[in-house]
């Protein structure tokens, strides 16, 4: 299960495609909040986020997750790819970072990777909290 959090429909809708496309289950968010109010939260095995959004940004709802002590992998992809967004995404251990021009392939390739990471994590005793 993997959630895409942009509030660009146009973009939401392409890349919850491209996902489907590749055979991911996939649920759309036009916020953080409307993210963090979803009850399926702790089920995720990764999500699509973008750093600009209306209310909290990208970095804010990062750290959220953290502070909630929710492992969900996260893989940026924005507009907003300046090296100071970066550094700070990587700084709080995003899986991947790209800007909005990467190809498609790339961000599948990186969430399966972080997908079967977490998954495998979980057997291991570090499941979600």
């Keep these: 299960m993997v959630a895409i959090?942009?509030?660009?429909?146009?973009?939401?809708?392409?890349?919850?495609?491209?996902?489907?496309?590749?055979?991911?289950?996939?649920?759309?968010?036009a916020s953080a909040e409307e993210?963090?109010?979803?009850?399926?939260?702790?089920?995720?095995?990764?999500?699509?986020?973008?750093?600009?959004?209306?209310?909290?940004?990208g970095l804010e709802l990062q750290r959220q997750l953290l502070d909630r002590h929710l492992q969900v992998p996260i893989v940026f992809v924005s507009a907003n790819d300046?090296?100071?967004?970066?550094?700070?995404?990587?700084?709080?251990?995003?899986?991947?970072?790209?800007?909005?021009?990467?190809?498609?392939?790339?961000?599948i390739d990186a969430l399966r990777t972080c997908a079967t990471s977490h998954r495998h994590s979980e057997v291991q005793g570090g499941g979600i909290s």
Excluded: N, Y
Aim: with cysteine.
């Design 35 to 57: 993210l963090l109010a979803a009850p399926q939260l702790d089920a995720l095995d990764g999500l699509v986020l973008d750093v600009r959004l209306p209310g909290m940004s």
């Design 82 to 107: 300046d090296p100071k967004t970066r550094r700070d995404a990587m700084r709080q251990g995003c899986a991947a970072f790209f800007g909005k021009t990467h190809p498609g392939h790339e961000v």
């Design 5 to 29: 959090v942009d509030d660009d429909m146009g973009v939401c809708a392409g890349m919850a495609r491209l996902l489907r496309a590749a055979g991911m289950h996939v649920d759309t968010f």
